[in-house]
């Protein structure tokens, strides 16, 4: 008998050194990483595409550098323009959009958390500027970093307020 339960012993301490369950420490959580952030911001965007819109430009890119962007929002069918961030360091950023010849700017607190996604209905017209400051940084590596994309939409589909820029009622 002791030779049977020392025999069990033996394999349960084994059993445990092959499987990693013996108590030791647990690995290290892995850190934010841009890859995956950039990942996460284009898999957020890539939701709620409704049946009739169309990706008509697109864009990614480091808060380190900011956004400086014209977007070309002519015909008829309005335009929704979604945008993600993703940051280690920064909860928010402010986007500002313009129209060019437009009168004045609109600016947009822009959340920093993986998942959210800000989506900002337009109609058609003159080019939209989209533009976030340069997040200033040491020399590490970037530690935030944001998706956007330009959508044409079904009238039809268009939910909430039509227009961003001009704001509504309520």
């Known amino acids: 008998m002791r030779i049977r339960h020392a025999l069990v012993l033996v394999l349960a301490a084994a059993s445990a ?26 898999e957020s965007l890539g939701k709620d595409l409704t049946a009739g819109a169309r990706v008509t430009a697109r864009g990614t890119g480091f808060l380190k550098a900011g956004m400086e962007k014209s977007l070309e929002t002519g015909g008829e069918r309005p335009y929704r323009f979604d945008i993600a961030c993703d940051s280690e360091e920064s909860s928010r950023v402010t986007l500002v959009l313009s129209r060019e010849g437009g009168a004045g700017d609109r600016t947009f607190d822009v959340s920093c958390t993986a998942g959210e996604v800000t989506r900002l209905n337009l109609p058609a017209g003159s080019a ?26 079904d009238p039809a589909t268009v939910q909430g307020c039509p227009d961003a820029l001009t704001g509504c009622p309520g």
Not at 34 to 42: H, I, K, N, V, Y
Not at 136 to 147: I, K, L, M, N, Y
């Open 17 to 42: 050194l092959v499987t990693g369950c013996g108590g030791g420490s647990a690995p290290e959580p892995k850190g934010w990483e841009p890859d995956d952030a950039l990942q996460r911001a284009d």
């Open 128 to 153: 939209l500027n989209a533009h976030i400051d340069p997040a200033p940084q040491d020399d590490s590596p970037p530690a935030g970093v944001v998706s956007w994309q330009l959508v044409t939409l």
